[in-house]
């Protein structure tokens, strides 16, 4: 595996592939890498004849100074993970080649950015819309790999291609659990040890909640009942626990298409997000 840090030596490399007719997946990250990560690796890998892991802490999609600095960096490790997976090129840049001085454009996409995610975390989907572009635009990649632990930008990166013509296929892929049921995160070596152990309520009152609605009972009532039992699980306080249309992510009273049950809360001072079909 070779880490290179230029858009210049990515498009040689890359260059060089697409003339041998090889099929290029990409895997945006932002490092601290763990088993969700090498998930989506692991697809490209059956999926494409070679494979970019792209490690980049785009600081544009964070709106918390805060959350930004203290965001885990293990570059070494996370290379030794992606050499042992046969990864063919991580490709690791300073925020200067990513942002030359100058930069002055964004891309905004309307709708599915604006509930949830888009809504607590201003210019996040923003952020993750121009850096995914980007690294789309310099990879020249023809799949990328998206974990549905991030349902909502999964969905936002979607809308973008279609709305773009870009030239790629999005894949999206199951999201990856601990034994206890608590979704992979790089943020979660950030619990302590009783937050950690109370996490998997998330997904314990997730799958309660997804139950009754399935079952029938009203959803308004369930939702309520959820974000009360999340609290009690230890969870100090609930963003959103909320059922949405599974692509649009609209609001929906009734099950009557495919939908997401997506939720964000806080505990120990870190926010857990994880979601899950209805
Ligand atoms: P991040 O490094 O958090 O920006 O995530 C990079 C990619 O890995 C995104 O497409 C995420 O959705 C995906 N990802 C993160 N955690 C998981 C997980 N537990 N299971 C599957 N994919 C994941």
Not at 38 to 65: E, H, M, W, Y
Not at 174 to 194: C, F, H, K, Q, Y
């Amino acid at each position: 595996m070779q880490t290179l840090r230029t858009v210049a030596e990515l498009r040689t490399r890359v260059r060089g592939w697409k003339q041998d007719g090889r099929q290029v997946g990409v895997v945006p990250t932002m490092g601290a890498l763990h088993e969700g990560h090498l998930s989506l690796v692991r697809a490209a890998k059956r999926g494409c004849d070679r494979v970019i892991v792209t490690i980049f802490v785009n600081p544009t999609q964070f709106n918390n100074a805060e959350d930004l600095a203290k965001y885990p960096r293990t570059e070494e490790a996370d290379a030794a993970m992606l050499a042992a997976e046969g990864v063919d090129i991580l490709f690791a840049p300073a925020p200067e080649e990513v942002y030359p001085a100058g930069f002055a454009t964004g891309v905004a996409v309307q709708g599915v950015t604006a509930p949830l995610e888009g809504a607590l975390r201003p210019g996040h989907f923003e952020g993750v819309a121009t850096v995914v572009a980007k690294l789309f635009g310099m990879t020249q990649a023809n799949r990328a790999y998206f974990g549905q632990k991030d349902w909502q930008q999964l969905q936002v990166v979607k809308r973008m291609v279609a709305d773009l013509n870009i030239a790629i296929e999005v894949v999206g892929c199951d999201t990856i659990r601990e034994a206890d049921g608590l979704a992979m995160s790089s943020r979660n070596v950030r619990l302590d040890a009783l937050s950690r152990a109370q996490a998997p309520g998330l997904y314990k009152v997730m799958g309660k909640v997804a139950a009754a609605i399935k079952g029938g009972a009203d959803v308004a009532a369930v939702l309520a009942q959820g974000r009360e039992d999340l609290r009690q699980a230890g969870f100090t306080e609930v963003d959103y626990l909320d059922l949405r249309s599974a692509a649009m992510l609209e609001p929906m009273t009734t099950l009557d298409q495919p939908a997401r049950l997506l939720a964000a809360a806080w505990i120990g001072g870190v926010r857990l997000i994880d979601n899950i079909a209805v």
